[in-house]
């Protein structure tokens, strides 16, 4: 695959290696209707008790039941209530066997921490999942901006794309496509920006990697591919 094949890999990855976190999770597993996820609220010997059922569904775009799927396979996976960074890069290792995905569970990882505390409770899967399955496209791009914008300053710099696109490499490019010169990272990562750098200033605000991505019939018609997962 050429440089051009890879176009726009760093907004879409996001998307489509959630879905094998998901299945990671036990998301598909069926829910029988006597089961109870106020029971499991209740009854659960967790470290980290989550927030009561209403005020999830408030907070989110997920039924009862879908919550109820959720937890149960967060729970199964995390016994302890929190998934920690370790947990994350695990996961990724078990689908990235042969590359490295440390780095890029690492910046996953900083996305879903949105309380910076070193783990991830299932309010913040809950809320996160929520935006990239069922928010809007302007929600998504925005959690897809945060999670580019490693330092959290309201834009994206080349220094930070580049470690982006270094990590999904470390984790796929150069073993998926080992015809793929070492300095392809770089030239995607130009090429990003002569798409997104509207303003040629060196930096790519969420104004501008928004409208970007509203004009890239692929991304859009990626997006749209994850509606109705569950």
């Not at 006597?34 to 569904?57: A, M, N, W, Y």
């Not at 959720?70 to 996976?77: D, H, P, Q």
């Not at 501008?208 to 991304?219: G, L, P, T």
Request: aromatic share 12%; with cysteine.
């Amino acid at each position: 695959m050429n440089l051009e094949g890879l176009e726009m890999i760093a907004v879409l990855v996001v998307l489509g290696l959630f879905i094998k976190v998901l299945e990671q999770f036990g998301l598909f597993e069926p829910v029988g209707v006597e089961d109870s996820i106020e029971d499991d609220f209740e009854l659960s010997t967790v470290c980290h008790r989550p927030e009561g059922l209403d005020k999830l569904q408030q907070q989110t775009k997920f039924t009862k039941k879908e919550l109820q799927v959720l937890y149960r396979g967060f729970k199964n996976e995390c016994p302890s209530g929190v998934v920690n960074e370790e947990t994350f890069k695990i996961i990724y290792s078990q689908f990235f066997p042969q590359g490295d995905s440390s780095t890029y569970a690492h910046f996953l990882f900083e996305a879903f921490d949105t309380n910076k505390n070193g783990s991830v409770s299932f309010e913040d899967f809950v809320m996160g999942l929520s935006i990239i399955l069922r928010g809007s496209i302007n929600d998504r791009l925005n959690w897809a901006f945060n999670l580019y914008d490693l330092n959290k300053d309201g834009c994206i710099t080349k220094e930070e794309m580049m470690d982006i696109m270094k990590s999904i490499y470390d984790m796929m490019g150069k073993y998926t496509y080992p015809t793929m010169q070492d300095d392809a990272p770089r030239e995607h990562v130009e090429n990003f920006f002569q798409k997104m750098d509207q303003n040629n200033d060196g930096v790519v605000t969420i104004e501008e990697f928004i409208e970007s991505c509203q004009k890239d019939e692929n991304i859009m018609r990626s997006m749209q591919l994850f509606d109705n997962v569950i």
